[in-house]
């Protein structure tokens, strides 16, 4: 079956890291990717996509590569902020899924330190 | 405005009751969804309709009945609430079935004692 698997947080991170969030993902055909990220207390909302191979999904400095040689889309930011810290989630939605329902990995959590 | 909306945003019952929880989308769209994210963060397809028809139901208990009145609406009504229950329920809803950007209400935090 279709399914995204994380790497496992807490990430803790001083401000202005590096950051690199693996996802990898099994799915049947060619599934659209997500990341979502929930701020404390709040709902998701939507990072970045990428609807096919190659592409890349960039947003507020935040960037992940469709890469279906190895079935994945890490998430990277070259300078994390305080404000960054969050749960991430990875997602994908296949047509043979009827592309009713988004798959989330469980999530990975980001700690930022000034 | 908020695009996704949903109400109330924290629920705290006994076990045993019926209880409700309603959601709105002002953006237009046509499908709508129900996810449930438990107590280690993990996110669950619920239900999904489309033009206020059920297009999914993902092995949930007939505890749980969705109800889209019309397409700017899908509520969720839960019978004989159980200790297992709890968890933060949030809607979403998209332009269609696709692999389109799906726009996610608050959660509404469900405790049932």
């Known amino acids: 079956g279709n399914s995204v698997t994380q790497m496992e947080g807490p990430v803790t991170l001083s401000e202005e890291a590096f950051l690199t969030i693996n996802c990898t993902y099994t799915a049947t055909g060619y599934p659209s990717l997500f990341w979502y990220v929930q701020y404390p207390g709040e709902g998701l909302q939507l990072l970045l996509k990428?609807?096919?191979?190659?592409d890349k999904g960039s947003n507020k400095g935040f960037e992940a590569t469709y890469r279906k040689e190895t079935t994945s889309f890490h998430l990277e930011k070259g300078s994390v902020q305080v404000s960054d810290s969050a749960v991430y989630f990875c997602a994908l939605i296949t047509a043979s899924g009827g592309y009713n329902k988004l798959i989330f990995g469980a999530g990975t959590r980001l700690a930022v330190h000034p | 405005d908020t695009a996704v909306s949903q109400t109330p945003k924290y629920l705290v019952t006994q076990m045993g009751n019926d209880k409700s929880i309603k959601c709105e989308q002002n953006l237009g769209h046509d499908t709508m969804y129900w996810y449930k994210q438990d107590s280690k963060k993990f996110l669950k397809i619920m239900f999904s309709?489309?033009?206020?028809?059920?297009?999914i139901n993902e092995t949930v208990p007939n505890r749980f009945s969705p109800k889209s009145p019309d397409k700017a609406h899908l509520n969720l009504h839960i019978n004989s609430l159980e200790l297992g229950d709890s968890a933060v329920y949030f809607c979403a809803s998209s332009q269609q079935t696709g692999p389109y950007e799906q726009y996610f209400g608050p959660g509404t935090r469900l405790t049932v004692t």
């Open positions: 309709y489309n033009n206020k028809e059920l297009i």
């Open positions: 990428a609807t096919k191979a190659d």
